[in-house]
């Protein structure tokens, strides 16, 4: 089991940046397909990015490709999104998910993850 905690998250005008981090507990951490979801009032939780275990493979929701880029430091357990050019449509609840031993590379549906985050309010203001 893993347990996950996101930071980092806060205010910014539209046109900045934000890195969102995740740390994760455990010892197994690289066995983990680790991705980042986002929840805006009134809308479903919808996939952001994902990388694969090794980092190796990425895949992005087109809207937000050449903005945001996910990446993982698995000697230091912890998932990152830096998020550039913002919109205040990424105004949102961030949100880490991990699955272990993911035979899909980068998991891009919310079902597909075993263990979320408590989310991290990311607001960009026009």
């Known amino acids: 089991q893993v347990q996950l905690v996101e930071s980092g998250g806060g205010l910014v005008q539209a046109g900045g940046s934000l890195r969102l981090s995740c740390a994760a507990s455990g010892r197994t951490f690289s066995r983990y397909a680790m991705g980042w979801f986002r929840h805006a009032p009134g809308k479903e939780r919808e996939f952001v990015a994902a990388i694969s275990w090794s980092g190796g493979s990425t895949y992005y929701a087109d809207s937000v490709k050449g903005r945001f880029t996910i990446s993982r430091d698995n000697a230091k357990i912890t998932l990152y999104l830096q998020m550039n050019s913002q919109k205040p449509e990424d105004t949102a609840v961030y949100y880490c998910?991990?699955?272990?031993?993911?035979?899909?590379?980068?998991?891009?549906?919310?079902?597909?993850?075993?263990?979320w985050g408590q989310g991290t309010q990311v607001t960009v203001s026009s």
């Open positions: 998910a991990a699955k272990r031993d993911s035979l899909v590379l980068v998991p891009s549906t919310r079902d597909e993850y075993d263990y």
